[in-house]
């Protein structure tokens, strides 16, 4: 489903959640991190956004789903934070100025793609800015074991690694789907260098 129409008819069958409690690879990576200027690059309902803003960042989240930005404001506006909501194609889209963290989370799109993505999301991180991707694992493919197909819609480290040039990988390794026995996700996490 690369179609914004179809993205926005499947968010408006789906039941809203309020829980934005984050995916702990993300609050593992990030947790931590000083808040600064995010942006949550496909984000769908914005939940990873709506976290970082309650944790005080200053957060964009980008989704070409009308629907998708619209249940996340109401979410934001339930826990009480601002997040600057936009539609846009996330392959086109550039942040304002530098920021301090960019996030990717299941946004499968196509090897291609997601790569344009992650340039732009690096070419965007300030000094000490930090990059954070997760989504299914190529393994799944081989194994049979979950995420969309083709198989080029799933993450490789090396492509992705590949795609943030420049910045200084500190984690890209397959881990375990939370709530799969047999399925894995990829995990990378990236920094730009201090000036």
């Known amino acids: 489903m690369k179609n914004p129409d179809e993205w926005d008819r499947a968010y408006a069958a789906a039941g809203l959640a309020f829980d934005v409690e984050p995916h702990p690879e993300l609050a593992r990576a990030v947790g931590d991190l000083p808040p600064g200027r995010a942006v949550e690059f496909g984000c769908g309902?914005?939940?990873?956004?709506?976290w970082l803003a309650t944790r005080g960042w200053r957060v964009t989240a980008v989704d070409f789903s009308q629907v998708a930005v619209d249940r996340g404001r109401q979410v934001a506006?339930?826990?009480?934070?601002?997040?600057?909501?936009?539609?846009?194609?996330v392959q086109a889209y550039e942040p304002a100025g530098p920021i301090?963290?960019?996030?990717?989370?299941?946004l499968h799109i196509g090897s291609a793609e997601i790569a344009t993505v992650l340039r732009r999301a690096a070419a965007a991180l300030a000094p000490g800015g930090t990059l954070f991707v997760l989504g299914w694992d190529r393994s799944n493919a081989v194994a049979g074991t979950g995420g969309p197909r083709p198989a080029d819609l799933l993450y490789d480290a090396a492509e992705l690694t590949r795609a943030v040039a420049g910045l200084r990988v500190r984690r890209a390794e397959a881990v375990p789907q939370l709530g799969?026995?047999?399925?894995?996700?990829l995990v990378l996490t990236a920094y730009r260098p201090p000036a």
Do not use: K
Not at 100 to 106: E, F, G, N, P, T
Not at 180 to 185: F, I, L, Q, R
């Open 100 to 106: 301090d963290l960019a996030v990717v989370l299941y």
């Open 45 to 50: 309902e914005g939940r990873p956004a709506i």
């Open 77 to 89: 506006e339930r826990h009480g934070v601002e997040v600057d909501w936009q539609v846009a194609d």
């Open 180 to 185: 799969s026995a047999d399925a894995a996700d």
